[in-house]
């Protein structure tokens, strides 16, 4: 059975930046529309198996990258809740790193 798919306030406020930025700057939704086509297909297929993703030093949180993001999202047998979305260009991920 397939995990709930949930964001944070977080992640929900990241994600509309993103998209905002992509549209102003293209002058087009393109590729706002197929990064969150790309982030919901890998989220779907991640909520029935969330260990096919990068490991982090909890066990409970992994990450995983999709068009020059991370993606940071923590799960359970019930559901799968996208923690955080962040650029891979800005800054390197330091908090939840490989083990």
Known sequence: MARLIAFSRRSTVQLQKILTFYDKRNGTDEYSRRLLSNLMADLEQLALMPTASSPSTRADVRFFYLMG????FHYDSRSL???SIRSTLR???KMY???
């Open 69 to 72: 993001f991370t993606i940071i």
């Open 81 to 83: 809740t996208v923690l």
């Open 91 to 93: 800054q390197p991920l």
């Open 97 to 99: 790193q490989k083990k």
